[in-house]
Protein backbone atom coordinates (compact mmCIF):
# COMPACT_ATOMS: atom_id res chain seq x y z
CA UNK A 1 0.00 0.00 0.00
CA UNK A 2 2.68 2.50 0.77
CA UNK A 3 4.56 1.44 -2.36
CA UNK A 4 1.32 2.41 -4.34
CA UNK A 5 1.30 5.67 -2.67
CA UNK A 6 4.68 6.38 -3.06
CA UNK A 7 4.68 5.77 -6.43
CA UNK A 8 1.53 8.15 -7.14
CA UNK A 9 3.29 10.70 -5.37
CA UNK A 10 6.29 10.57 -7.71
CA UNK A 11 4.16 10.78 -10.62
CA UNK A 12 2.09 13.86 -9.12
CA UNK A 13 5.22 15.55 -8.94
CA UNK A 14 7.30 14.71 -12.17
CA UNK A 15 3.67 15.07 -13.98
CA UNK A 16 3.73 18.54 -12.20
CA UNK A 17 7.00 19.48 -13.19
CA UNK A 18 6.86 18.63 -16.56
CA UNK A 19 3.52 21.71 -16.50
CA UNK A 20 6.34 24.06 -15.77
CA UNK A 21 8.76 23.09 -18.42
CA UNK A 22 9.20 24.96 -21.64
CA UNK A 23 6.80 24.84 -24.29
CA UNK A 24 7.29 26.47 -28.02
CA UNK A 25 4.60 28.35 -29.79
CA UNK A 26 4.49 29.70 -33.15
CA UNK A 27 2.46 32.43 -34.67
CA UNK A 28 1.83 35.67 -35.05
CA UNK A 29 2.87 39.24 -33.15
CA UNK A 30 -0.32 41.26 -33.11
CA UNK A 31 -1.41 44.02 -30.16
CA UNK A 32 -3.76 44.05 -27.73
CA UNK A 33 -5.97 45.98 -29.51
CA UNK A 34 -6.24 44.19 -32.87
CA UNK A 35 -5.58 40.66 -31.13
CA UNK A 36 -6.75 38.07 -33.99
CA UNK A 37 -7.20 40.50 -36.65
CA UNK A 38 -3.37 40.09 -37.21
CA UNK A 39 -3.39 36.41 -36.99
CA UNK A 40 -1.65 36.36 -40.74
CA UNK A 41 2.21 37.68 -40.66
CA UNK A 42 1.88 41.05 -43.09
CA UNK A 43 3.62 44.45 -43.97
CA UNK A 44 0.08 45.87 -43.11
CA UNK A 45 -0.43 44.13 -39.82
CA UNK A 46 3.13 44.92 -38.74
CA UNK A 47 2.52 48.59 -39.60
CA UNK A 48 -0.82 48.67 -37.80
CA UNK A 49 0.54 46.63 -34.45
CA UNK A 50 3.73 48.44 -34.22
CA UNK A 51 1.58 52.21 -34.47
CA UNK A 52 -1.43 50.70 -31.82
CA UNK A 53 1.87 49.32 -29.88
CA UNK A 54 3.45 52.78 -29.87
CA UNK A 55 -0.11 54.12 -28.72
CA UNK A 56 -0.29 51.81 -25.72
CA UNK A 57 -1.59 48.53 -26.76
CA UNK A 58 1.02 45.17 -25.90
CA UNK A 59 2.30 43.09 -27.84
CA UNK A 60 0.15 39.26 -28.07
CA UNK A 61 1.22 35.91 -29.69
CA UNK A 62 -1.83 34.78 -31.92
CA UNK A 63 -1.38 30.93 -32.52
CA UNK A 64 -3.55 28.63 -33.78
CA UNK A 65 -6.67 30.81 -33.34
CA UNK A 66 -5.71 31.72 -29.98
CA UNK A 67 -4.67 35.02 -28.16
CA UNK A 68 -2.17 34.93 -25.37
CA UNK A 69 -0.63 37.49 -23.50
CA UNK A 70 3.00 38.36 -23.45
CA UNK A 71 5.11 39.15 -20.37
CA UNK A 72 8.02 40.27 -21.90
CA UNK A 73 7.20 43.14 -23.87
CA UNK A 74 10.70 44.46 -24.90
CA UNK A 75 11.64 41.30 -26.57
CA UNK A 76 8.96 41.94 -29.03
CA UNK A 77 9.58 45.43 -30.18
CA UNK A 78 9.59 45.61 -34.08
CA UNK A 79 8.02 42.38 -34.29
CA UNK A 80 4.19 43.54 -34.52
CA UNK A 81 2.93 41.98 -37.63
CA UNK A 82 5.56 38.83 -38.20
CA UNK A 83 6.22 35.27 -37.90
CA UNK A 84 7.73 34.27 -34.73
CA UNK A 85 8.60 31.42 -32.79
CA UNK A 86 8.58 32.05 -28.69
CA UNK A 87 9.74 29.72 -26.38
CA UNK A 88 8.44 29.84 -22.25
CA UNK A 89 6.07 28.69 -19.86
CA UNK A 90 2.10 28.93 -20.35
CA UNK A 91 -0.66 29.55 -17.36
CA UNK A 92 -4.12 29.91 -19.13
CA UNK A 93 -3.54 31.94 -21.64
CA UNK A 94 -0.40 33.58 -20.54
CA UNK A 95 3.12 33.04 -21.53
CA UNK A 96 6.00 33.96 -19.27
CA UNK A 97 8.15 34.33 -22.38
CA UNK A 98 12.02 32.74 -22.42
CA UNK A 99 13.11 33.49 -25.87
CA UNK A 100 11.59 34.87 -29.28
CA UNK A 101 13.03 34.87 -32.96
CA UNK A 102 11.20 35.36 -35.91
CA UNK A 103 10.64 32.81 -38.41
CA UNK A 104 12.18 33.10 -41.94
CA UNK A 105 9.76 30.69 -43.84
Known amino acids: ?8 FAFLILGSLSLAAAKTFTGTVSDAHCG ?3 AVASDA ?3 C ?3 CVSGGA ?3 LVSKGKVYQLDAQDKFKG ?3 KSVTV ?3 IKGDNITVTN ?3 RTS
Open 1 to 8: MKKTALLA
Open 36 to 38: AKH
Open 45 to 47: SAA
Open 49 to 51: VEK
Open 58 to 60: AYV
Open 79 to 81: MGG
Open 87 to 89: TGT
Open 100 to 102: VAE
